[in-house]
């Protein structure tokens, strides 16, 4: 119980029909057709998935349609459509305790293990049945009652003409958009222990545009010297995104049974928001080779952005790369050595800020007695806002052996952000409560190695084997001045991931437990329950310290079999599920009711938070005992134990996951079945 990482494990449950086999059925027919000049393929698709979780579901219907043609005075024109829509509908989602909120999700994993939910969920009025409406709502309720459902259609269209001016000079320009739209109707039934029990209506509607213009001029001369090749592109790029969005909530649901805002007392209008950016840019790209295995490669874009300061609004950001396949410029191919390619490169990207930074603006409310209302914005805007960039440098080293049965790639990157973007919080006397600037200086550095071996390669049967590996080490190098740590933002208010110098990007900081110079935990000796630290601290890194992969691919005659598996080692975690679980009683860890416990620790001083010494100087042992229930649940004040009430760090657990992520079994159809 004691050492750093717990395992738990959780009673079976034998809950009837509150989860059921969830069904995916998916399918889809396509046709297409052509000649030598033109060629026409669309594509309809219908899925169904039925949910486990009780009056739950999801269904997707799209249809796509393309073609290309060339004309005859040479330009080649291609053009696509798509469309798809969805509808969705579950339960509530989120953490049970927090006010307002009514969770199937989460309370179902509280309930007693032996619980029997196949029981009646409502009375004749449609009420929730459970044994404390306060404390939560049936879930079998929850799941018919407290329901959202979400309508949404996409569609994506793209024009595309190709022209070629001379043998070497290309010219071609696309144009595409691709647009969103989402209408969301969120209800929480009379009854519930949300919304004060006379229940809440949520309508949301959204909707997001983005416009992509792509101009390209591709050439690609010969030059007299074979020995060197030279292709360059040149182009203009506009990207614009709008997007909208508006909330309205209907408070005290007036009929029951009939969901909509029109059958509520008082509507507010949540949100009501639209923003239009835009980006302009121009670009080259040159890659100038020799004899095929000298290659340079050179890049270099300008961007002109709507959301920066009009003085850096302006920003340029080059690459330079070069590869060199050694194996072909000293002909060193034989039975044993296949190939050899040793590759360097740097680049730099530059980004722009999200819309309407710049500037302090109104927030508009619901009138006040008829008459209009606004309010400042509680984020404080920027006029001096810079673009961010990111710099990165890159060495690499490709080999393969036997005739390319056995390979590996093998890359060292360092990559380091400057000028990042973030709100940062600020004393509330400033009329604020944050303000965007740029924030700081953050450092990635890794490697990234690639293994393919090919054991058995014969006529009839192969065996290929690919693995990779990654390790990234990031860490905060500086913040702006005057500014020791900065919060990245989370959905708790007393832990979540934070920027601090010299420590990991997003470490977890949180409550901790009072300790003394040794690493002794401090224990309060009125109630033998661990005294808590005045001050938070870094309880965790969500860095991995690797990731792996392992890919099997098996192939007989025709039959084939593949097996993908992943592997993430190390990285922190925090749970809130295993904490409230714990403090619930409702799992294995917990089953020993009767028993007391000593938490390992000396007696604290509550005040100074120092320890209690005996006669011969010496710190005093713990030995007062507590309860099953104490060590789990109680807490509060100056003194917590490891479960609900307790200090955050109890509840961070190491992030480690295998994952044997896909298996697939097939058959190709010999080519001698389609020859005509």
Sequence with gaps: LFGPKVAYRAYPNNVKDLFKTGIVTENSVSVSGGDEKTSLSATA??????????????????IAIGGVTKLDNGLTVRGNFGYTNTGQKGGMFGENQIDGVASSFARSLFLARNWDLTLPYEDANGRPVSTSNAQYDNPMWSNYHNVITTQTDRYVAGLSLEYDVTKWLNASYQIGTNTYNANRLEITDIGSRAAEGKGNILEANYRTQSIESNFLLSINPKLRNRDFTVRAVIGHNVNQRTSKRSEVNGKEIIAPGIFTLANTKDKTINDSYSSIRRLWGVFGDVTLGYRNYLYLNLTGRNDWSSTLPKESRSYFYPSASISYVFSDALNLQGETFSYGKVRAAWAKVGRDADPYFLQDTYIVRDPFLGQALASASTSAANANLKPEFTSEYEFGINLEFFKKRLGFDVTYFSKKSTNQIAPIEI???TGYQE?????????????????????????????DIRATYTKINTEVISLIEGLERMAMGGVFTEIGPYFEPGLPYGYIRGTVSARDAQGNLLIDPGTGMVLNAKEPAMIGNPNPDFKAGLINTFSYKGFFLN???????????????????????VLKDTEDRERSWIIPGVYGDPDELVPLLDDKGQPVQ?????STNDLFFSGGGTAGTFAINGQDEWSIYDATVYHFRELTVGYNLPKSLFSR
């Design 45 to 62: 698709t219908t899925m169904q998935h039925n949910g486990y979780v009780p009056n739950s579901s999801f269904r997707r219907n799209s």
């Design 427 to 429: 004393p509330s006397s």
């Design 622 to 626: 713990n030995i007062t005992k507590i």
């Design 563 to 585: 097996a993908v598996f992943d592997y993430t080692r190390g990285g922190d975690l925090y749970s809130v599920t295993l904490n409230s679980m714990l403090g619930r009683g």
């Design 435 to 463: 303000a965007y600037v740029n924030a700081g200086v953050i450092s990635n550095k890794g490697w990234e190695v690639e293994l393919h071996v090919s054991p058995i390669a014969s006529r009839n049967f192969n065996w």
